[in-house]
């Protein structure tokens, strides 16, 4: 049977199959505010402003009181502004191929280097998330994976959407160890992600190359400066050596609350740093926002002044990084990027939340046809207690 020149829309579907197949971080995400974007006669720009979730004060006994009645409504800003794309040039020859020649030939290698630099992107998100179970410099262990599922249960992470995404080392330390726990499910298997392990303890278990480790800075000696400080800058009044983005550190003293009833736990509450610190004395961006009272309290009490940052590491060590998640901790979104006139072909597709144009003319001195394939995205971290980072070495 002749074969059938390929179409925009053939092309764009199957480079899309294959981009969604390879994305398994990406995939495993919230990726529900693409509509917003791409809304006829009432388009957000590139920033979309995502509500969190409302939080109130329960009081005791039937006089109505004053504390928690108001409503105050918080947000995060989700930005789509990175557009990532591959160039190719296909010959008349080239495009009289029957679908799955031309997918396993061209679209293949080409889509896993642009899914492999979105998942990067996307994979920064890790220096956003505080709470880390503890391992650097000792193999991964189920007992760890554990640890970090008892971090998401305590902060009441839904039971559906958990992914245990682990990088190549851990990958080797855990998968001989845990080969006999997991089971096939049909339902999961339908995701078709490559690096799927299999579904034990409550998560979905995949494999990727892509996790960056972290190195830690070569801060220390960083004292608190002053009592009673909340919100999401710290005041130290010394220290030395710069500090990184990503770092994680404990405050003596500061103890995680239960997020509804507030109630104390034996848990220290773990803080990360927003932005990388020049060192000496100044001010620390950092994340989860110190709340000592009221609907959004999160710890017990305020660091004592003096109080000396525990960081997670030793000063300039490297450790491996994997992430257990709820799908709600991050977003990603895809926006519709504009169809031209006056070329060969174009088309826009969208697969699994995953918006894709593609773009086509002809080169009459060749008999080439250059072509693009675009994505334009943005991420964001929205609910970072709804993961925790696995420290290995």
């Not at 009432?42 to 504390?67: E, F, S, W």
């Not at 579904?199 to 278990?205: E, I, L, N, Q």
Request: hydrophobic letters at 40%; proline letters at 4%.
């Amino acid at each position: 049977m002749a074969n059938t020149i390929l179409t925009a829309t053939a092309v764009t579907r199957e480079a899309l199959r294959v981009l969604h197949q390879k994305l398994n971080f990406v995939g495993t995400i919230t990726r529900d505010y693409d509509d917003s974007f791409g809304r006829q006669g009432a388009k957000v720009g590139d920033t979309l402003k995502i509500r969190m979730p409302n939080q109130y004060a329960v009081r005791t006994g039937p006089t109505l009181g004053t504390a928690g009645t108001d409503s105050t409504e918080t947000s995060v800003d989700l930005k789509v502004q990175t557009q990532k794309g591959v160039d190719l040039n296909f010959s008349s020859y080239e495009l009289t191929l029957a679908l799955d020649d031309f997918s396993e030939r061209i679209l293949e290698p080409a889509m896993s280097v642009l899914a492999a630099n979105i998942e990067a992107d996307a994979m920064t998100m890790y220096r956003d998330v505080y709470n880390q179970a503890d391992n650097q410099t000792l193999p991964a262990t189920f007992a760890k994976i554990l640890a970090g599922r008892k971090t998401l249960v305590d902060n009441l992470a839904p039971l559906s959407g958990r992914t245990c995404n682990l990088n190549t080392q851990d990958n080797v330390d855990l998968v001989d160890a845990l080969k006999g726990l997991f089971n096939d499910q049909t339902t999961v298997a339908k995701q078709n992600r490559e690096g799927f392990m299999g579904r034990t303890a409550g998560f979905d278990f995949m494999e990727n190359t892509l996790w960056p480790s972290h190195v830690r800075s070569t801060g220390s000696g960083y004292l608190v400066n002053g009592a009673g400080q909340t919100g999401a800058n710290l005041a130290v009044n010394t220290g030395t050596n710069p500090l990184k983005q990503g770092d994680v550190f404990i405050l003596p003293g500061v103890f995680r609350v239960h997020p509804e009833t507030k109630q104390l736990t034996s848990v220290q509450q773990q803080f990360v740093l927003t932005a990388d610190y020049a060192g000496g004395a100044g001010s620390l961006a950092i994340s989860p926002a110190i709340v000592t009272s009221g609907p959004a309290q999160n710890v017990s009490a305020s660091p004592a002044s003096a109080a000396t940052l525990g960081f997670s590491g030793a000063a300039s060590s490297t450790y491996g990084i994997s992430m257990a998640y709820q799908k709600g901790a991050f977003a990603f979104a895809t926006a519709d990027l504009l169809i031209p006139n006056g070329v060969d072909f174009a088309c826009r597709e969208v697969f699994d939340g995953v918006s894709m144009r593609i773009v086509r003319q002809y080169d009459i001195n060749g008999d080439k046809f250059p072509c693009r394939l675009d994505v334009l995205y943005g991420f964001k971290t929205i609910r970072p207690q709804l993961a925790c980072r696995l420290a290995n070495r």
